[in-house]
């Protein structure tokens, strides 16, 4: 088989009728005295649920320990718990706080929801897996059930099939991001993919696993959008909110956002490019052409996990109730995965699509820190402080474009004053660069309009 399964414990498999697993010589083995499970009743369609509901020992879990013992620590582990302390359980609240056909495949009613069984409590492996039975029963077959990458908003499987609805539309709000789609990415181009595709990421962050979506993937040319278990570790991390990288780290090697918002922050003198996805380099103040005699970095305010603990996420993901602005009534609550930091909003108080004026913008995800009152004043001031710096180095730009054509030549080797100054300009540009970091923003316009007009002799 040539395969190890370092984080697999095998039993002795008798136990349960399975043939040997001889092949595997180097994994740990670990004996336990008891059985893996117990038959399941015919109504709960192949689901397993745990072999012990006191400690939470899945089926699956008793040979996956690695998985088994990442995914204890999880809320989904506690997900049972959860419902019975809120007050409000129902029996209509189970389906998506047991193992049940939500999350996976299955479409009959089947697990929980058929038997109402205590093994199938919490959201466990087989909530996203699905049924287990045939794999259990002869793990050396192909038939490995396998977990959907996809958020699945035809609800027919993955996270969104729970994870959706007015009290936590994660699902719904995705779609409308960015990440939920693969636009920006030219088709073919293995460079792009880290960036711009879910399994290229994967790939990127070195998780080398299976899914459902692998082999379609892979084959049609069909991508991944950044999904829910690119950024989130399905099985549990250590990182808050089960993320694959923490969002309180100001480093692009470590946090999770600049993992890939960090694409040319600098400019590359073998390319023309301007700046391309620079938000963590502005962020930390590293960002743009700088020319002699500016010190790095210049830092922003919210760069600093002082003053700014969660960084990008402390703007770009937060929850807030929305209420209707005429009744005071719930609407629903915004789980910050549209990744905006400040969505536009019509008069009834809704998130709606963009662009729109500074003041039809919910500063909703400030309040923490700013009142929103105050926020969009201090926006609006950091926009303000640059305008003239803009209108000032595009000016020079333009007079050197026009009388000395030769200092824009992208095909020479020689990087010009008037070439960083352009990307200055394009970075200064770039939709919310002056909130990231207005010190970095107006020291870069400051000294390239300086250069300029030493550099070229213009007033
Ligand atoms: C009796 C031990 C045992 C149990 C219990 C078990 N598995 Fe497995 N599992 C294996 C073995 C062995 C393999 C490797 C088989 C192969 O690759 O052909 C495997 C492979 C897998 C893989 C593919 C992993 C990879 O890297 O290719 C997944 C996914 C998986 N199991 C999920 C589950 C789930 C979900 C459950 C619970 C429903 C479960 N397993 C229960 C032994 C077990
Ligand atoms: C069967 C329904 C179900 C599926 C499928 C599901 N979840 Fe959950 N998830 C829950 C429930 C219920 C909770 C809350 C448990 C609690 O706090 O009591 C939860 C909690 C979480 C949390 C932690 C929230 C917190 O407050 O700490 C994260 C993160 C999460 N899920 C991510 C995911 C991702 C990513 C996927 C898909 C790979 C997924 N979930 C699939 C039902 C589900
Ligand atoms: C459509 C699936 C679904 C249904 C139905 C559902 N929940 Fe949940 N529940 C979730 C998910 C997903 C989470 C995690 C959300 C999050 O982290 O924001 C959750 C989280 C919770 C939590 C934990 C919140 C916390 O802050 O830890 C409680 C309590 C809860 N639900 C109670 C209920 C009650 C009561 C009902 C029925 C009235 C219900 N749920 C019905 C999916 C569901
Ligand atoms: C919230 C959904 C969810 C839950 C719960 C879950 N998985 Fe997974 N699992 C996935 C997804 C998605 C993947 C593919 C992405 C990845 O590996 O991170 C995966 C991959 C795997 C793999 C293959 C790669 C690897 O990590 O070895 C195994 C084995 C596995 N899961 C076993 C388990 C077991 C055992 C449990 C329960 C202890 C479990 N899973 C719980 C969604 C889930
Ligand atoms: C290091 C990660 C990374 C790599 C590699 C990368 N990109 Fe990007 N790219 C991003 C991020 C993040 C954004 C979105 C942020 C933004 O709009 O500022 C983006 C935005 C874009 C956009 C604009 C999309 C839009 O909707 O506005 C285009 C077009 C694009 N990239 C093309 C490419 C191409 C072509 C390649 C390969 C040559 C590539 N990218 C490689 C991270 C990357
Ligand atoms: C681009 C990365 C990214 C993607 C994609 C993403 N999330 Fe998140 N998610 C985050 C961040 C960042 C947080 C905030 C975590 C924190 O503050 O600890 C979060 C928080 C959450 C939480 C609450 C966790 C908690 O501890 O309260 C849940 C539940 C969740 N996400 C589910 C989902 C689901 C479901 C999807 C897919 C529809 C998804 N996420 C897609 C980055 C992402
Ligand atoms: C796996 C790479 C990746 C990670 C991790 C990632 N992003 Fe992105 N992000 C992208 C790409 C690619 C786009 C552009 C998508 C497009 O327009 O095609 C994007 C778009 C965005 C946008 C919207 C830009 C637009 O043009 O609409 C925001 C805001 C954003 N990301 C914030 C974040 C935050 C905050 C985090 C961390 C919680 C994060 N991203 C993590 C790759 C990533
Ligand atoms: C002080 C709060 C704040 C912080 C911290 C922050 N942003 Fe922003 N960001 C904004 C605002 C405000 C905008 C303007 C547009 C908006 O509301 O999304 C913006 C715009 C963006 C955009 C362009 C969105 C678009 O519509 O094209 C991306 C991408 C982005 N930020 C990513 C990030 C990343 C990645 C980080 C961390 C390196 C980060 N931001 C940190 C507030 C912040
Ligand atoms: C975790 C706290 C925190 C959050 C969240 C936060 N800020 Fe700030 N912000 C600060 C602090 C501290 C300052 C500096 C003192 C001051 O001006 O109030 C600041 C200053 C600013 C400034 C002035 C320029 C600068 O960088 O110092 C702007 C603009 C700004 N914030 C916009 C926003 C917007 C827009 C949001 C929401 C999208 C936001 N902030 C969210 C803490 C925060």
């Known amino acids: 088989m040539g395969r190890t399964f370092s984080r697999l414990a095998l039993l002795p498999l008798a136990v349960i009728g399975l043939g040997t697993l001889a092949s595997c010589v180097d994994e740990t083995i670990v004996f336990r005295d008891r059985e893996l499970f117990e038959e399941p009743l015919a109504a709960a369609n192949s689901f397993l649920g745990y072999t012990s509901t006191d400690d939470k020992l899945t089926v699956c879990g008793n040979c996956h320990i690695g998985p088994q013992g990442e995914w204890e620590e999880t809320a989904h582990a506690d997900a049972w718990n959860g419902l019975q302390d809120s007050g409000h359980a129902q029996p209509f609240c189970e389906g998506c706080h047991t193992v049940t056909e939500l999350g996976n495949t299955v479409t009959e009613v089947s697990g929980h929801s058929a038997t109402g069984e205590e093994r199938y409590q919490d959201v466990q492996c087989e909530s996203c897996h699905g049924p287990g039975l045939t794999h259990v029963t002869n793990p050396e077959d192909a038939t490995v059930p396998m977990a959907a990458m996809d958020v699945g908003l035809d609800l027919t499987q993955g996270c969104a099939e729970c994870h959706q609805g007015t009290h936590h539309p994660f699902a719904e709000e ?59 570790d399905p099985h549990g991390s250590d990182h808050s909110g089960q993320l694959r990288f923490p969002i309180d780290e100001p480093s692009e090697e470590l946090n999770l956002c600049m993992q890939c918002h ?18 963590g380099p502005t962020l930390l103040g590293t960002a743009g052409w700088w020319p002699p005699g500016l010190a790095q970095p210049i830092l922003s305010t919210h760069g600093s996990t002082d003053e700014n603990p969660r960084l990008c996420a402390g703007c770009h ?55 929103e009152a105050v926020a969009l004043q201090l926006v609006d001031q950091a926009e303000l402080s640059i305008e003239a710096d803009i209108a000032e180095l595009a000016d020079l730009l333009d007079t050197v474009e026009t009388t000395m054509p030769g200092e824009f030549d992208d095909s020479d080797a020689r990087y010009t004053v008037a070439e960083g100054s352009r990307f200055n ?9 002056v909130v990231h970091n207005p010190f970095l923003i107006r020291a870069l316009l400051d000294a ?12």
């Open 262 to 279: 960090q694409k040319r922050g600098t400019p590359d003198p073998t390319s023309f490019r301007g700046p391309h996805s620079p938000e």
């Open 425 to 433: 300009l394009e970075l200064a540009q770039t939709p919310g660069a």
């Open 174 to 232: 995705w779609t409308e991001s960015g990440h939920g789609s693969v636009i920006g990415y030219p088709a073919g181009r293995e460079s792009c993919e880290g960036c711009h595709t879910g399994e290229g990421a994967l790939e990127m962050f070195g998780v080398n696993t299976v899914y459902i979506e692998q082999e379609t993937v892979a084959q049609d040319g069909e991508h991944l959008a950044i999904t829910c278990a690119v950024c989130h």
């Open 317 to 371: 993901v937060n929850s807030y109730e929305i209420d209707d602005q005429e009744t005071g009534e719930f609407l629903f609550n915004a789980t910050g995965h549209r990744f905006e930091a400040t969505p536009c909003t019509d008069a009834q108080g809704l998130l709606v699509e963009g662009p729109c004026a500074n003041d039809e913008k919910t500063y909703a995800a400030c309040t923490d820190c700013h009142s």
């Open 448 to 459: 390239s309009i300086a250069e300029m007009k030493e550099e070229y002799n213009l007033p």
